[in-house]
T-cell receptor, first 111, second 113 residues
Framework: GNSVTQMEGPVTLSEEAFLTINCTYT??????LFWYVQYPGEGLQLLLK?????DKGSNKGFEATYRKETTSFHLEKGSVQVSDSAVYFC??????????FGTGTRLQVFP | EAGVTQSPTHLIKTRGQQVTLRCSPISGHTSVYWYQQALGLGLQFLLW???????NRGNFPPRFSGRQFPNYSSELNVNALELEDSALYLC????????????FGSGTRLTVV
């Protein structure tokens, strides 16, 4: 079946460090891929998306590229801020079925 | 444009009681999804409603149920509450067609004591 695997957290970084959160997926076909962010005490917000192979989603300095050959959608940011501290969820959507989430990765950024 | 709204934001119930959570989707969105996020766990899919019909259901017991109204708003009902039902319940909506992801509400925090 369809599934998403994320690297376990927490990821702890100093401000202005480079961020990578790995995400790989298993899907029968070509899903759309998403990154959602959950700030403390809040619901989920869509961070970025990619709907086909080689698409690059970007938002607020975050980027992720849909890699079909490696079935990956890694999240990157060149310089993180304390305000980026949150839980990040990778997710896939296939054939208009339900959104399937990874387990989430907690990011902690310290000044 | 108003986002997905959920009510109440917080509530505390006693084990064995029943609870109803409510969700209003974004105007024009016909699909509503419910997820459970228990402490320390990821998001578990509960229910999917589209055009008033239940389309899919996650691996939850029958005491979790819901419905979708003609205006596409939705209710999630949980009967015979158990302590492990304590969680953040998230509702999301989207257009029926398209692969553009969901818009989530801020959730209802349910505590069962």
């Amino acid at each position: 079946g369809n599934s998403v695997t994320q690297m376990e957290g927490p990821v702890t970084l100093s401000e202005e460090a480079f961020l990578t959160i790995n995400c790989t997926y298993t899907a029968t076909g070509y899903p759309s891929l998403f990154w959602y962010v959950q700030y403390p005490g809040e619901g989920l917000q869509l961070l970025l998306k990619a709907t086909k192979a080689d698409d690059k989603g970007s938002n607020k300095g975050f980027e992720a590229t849909y890699r079909k050959e490696t079935t990956s959608f890694h999240l990157e940011k060149g310089s993180v801020q304390v305000s980026d501290s949150a839980v990040y969820f990778c997710a896939l959507l296939y054939n208009t079925d339900k959104l399937i989430f990874g387990t989430g990765t907690r990011l902690q950024v310290f000044p | 444009e108003a986002g997905v709204t959920q009510s109440p934001t917080h509530l505390i119930k006693t084990r064995g009681q029943q609870v109803t959570l409510r969700c209003s989707p974004i105007s024009g969105h016909t699909s509503v999804y419910w997820y459970q996020q228990a402490l320390g766990l990821g998001l578990q899919f509960l229910l999917w409603y589209d055009e008033g019909e239940e389309r899919n259901r996650g691996n939850f017991p029958p005491r979790f149920s819901g419905r979708q109204f003609p205006n596409y708003s939705s209710e999630l009902n949980v009967n015979a509450l158990e302590l492990e039902d304590s969680a953040l319940y998230l509702c999301a909506s989207r257009l029926t067609q398209g692969l553009y992801g969901y818009t989530f509400g801020s959730g209802t925090r349910l505590t069962v004591v």
